[in-house]
């Protein structure tokens, strides 16, 4: 069959890119799937993994994006959706509606978790506080 949609063929090995800091959150390290390029930003894809214990989260926001979806890999996170206290576990899937205010507040020392969002360039804008956060669990 004949590609038609001008997106590329992206097969990316394990070890072909290391998890890195200087994503959008200090707390986490991020691994870049190669997927913005090969759709040519019309999608991303990367891996976040937990890099030290939640103190103040992601703060209240929401993203300028068509698409976003979080798949956890590992451990659990738990996040605010608007005012609904929301925990993700290890296997479970999020669809985040365009525009949905949310807080990640909270996740294991090994939480992991696969993030696709489109486009590949979305911007993420800091809002108001929706409700109070609960407090985050201590890592021993």
Same mark, same amino acid.
């Given at each position: 069959?004949?590609?038609? /949609?001008?997106?590329?063929? $992206? %097969?990316?090995?394990?070890?072909?890119?290391?998890?890195?800091?200087? #994503?959008?959150? @200090?707390?986490?390290?991020?691994?870049?799937? #190669?997927?913005?390029?090969?759709? %040519?930003?019309?999608?991303?894809? %990367?891996?976040?993994?937990?890099?030290?214990?939640?103190?103040?989260?992601?703060?209240? %926001?929401?993203?300028?994006?068509?698409?976003?979806?979080?798949?956890?890999?590992?451990?659990?996170?738990?996040?605010?959706?608007?005012?609904?206290? /929301?925990?993700?576990?290890? #296997? @479970? *899937?999020?669809?985040?509606?365009?525009?949905?205010?949310?807080?990640?507040?909270?996740?294991?020392? @090994?939480?992991?978790?696969?993030?696709?969002? $489109?486009?590949?360039?979305?911007?993420?804008?800091?809002?108001?506080?929706? *409700?109070?956060?609960?407090?985050?669990?201590?890592?021993?």
């Amino acid at each position: 069959m004949l590609d038609k /949609t001008g997106t590329l063929f $992206s %097969h990316l090995k394990a070890t072909d890119k290391p998890y890195a800091s200087g #994503g959008l959150r @200090d707390f986490f390290l991020y691994r870049d799937l #190669g997927i913005a390029e090969a759709t %040519h930003g019309q999608v991303i894809a %990367h891996l976040v993994k937990a890099n030290m214990a939640p103190e103040k989260g992601t703060g209240w %926001h929401r993203h300028e994006a068509d698409f976003q979806i979080v798949i956890m890999v590992k451990g659990w996170a738990k996040f605010m959706y608007e005012d609904q206290v /929301t925990l993700v576990e290890a #296997g @479970d *899937c999020v669809h985040q509606r365009p525009g949905i205010q949310h807080y990640l507040f909270d996740y294991s020392p @090994d939480m992991e978790y696969l993030e696709i969002v $489109s486009p590949a360039d979305f911007k993420t804008i800091e809002v108001d506080p929706v *409700c109070a956060i609960p407090a985050t669990t201590p890592w021993n």
